[in-house]
Each structure stands twice: as C-alpha cells, then as structure tokens.
C-alpha cells in the first residue's frame, strides 16, 4: 500500500472517530441536561428549562473543548498511544 493510500485511510479514520466522539457527547448532553433539567415534562419549555438547558449544554461543551485540547497537545507532544 502507497503513502498516500494509508494517509487517505488514517484520515477517514480520524473523521470517523470525531464523529462518533460528538455524537457521544450530544447524547451525554441530552442525557445530563435533560434529568438535571426537566423535573416536569410538559409539551413546551418554561423559561427557567430553557436557561438551565442551555447552560447545562454550554458546561459540557466547554468541558470537552478543554479535555479535547488537552489531550490533543499532549498527543503533540508524546506521540499517540
């Protein structure tokens, strides 16, 4: 197999791979935010829901943007597992 074939395969991979992290974290937020938030389901928000869901959600993007960071410059810098 060529250089470039394996770059070409390695990339999907990590394309692969970051998809799948997202869409663990969207299902974490759903998840999270939903039971800390929703203590009555009805069939629309209150005002008080919305804010907590949006804060909630902002919370565990924050969080995975700085472990995310983290670990990428710690990769930069050990070379990967």
């Not at 998809?19 to 203590?39: E, G, S």
């Not at 928000?45 to 472990?67: K, P, Q």
């Amino acid at each position: 197999m060529d250089q470039k074939r394996i770059q070409a395969i390695q990339e999907q991979v990590r394309q692969e791979v970051a998809v799948a992290n997202f869409q663990d974290l969207l299902q974490r937020i759903n998840t999270k935010c939903f039971a800390k938030c929703i203590t009555k389901p009805g069939p629309r928000l209150d005002g008080s829901e919305e804010v907590c869901l949006s804060r909630c959600t902002e919370r565990y993007i924050e969080a995975w943007n700085v472990v995310s960071s983290t670990l990428k410059r710690r990769m930069e810098r050990e070379g990967p597992i």
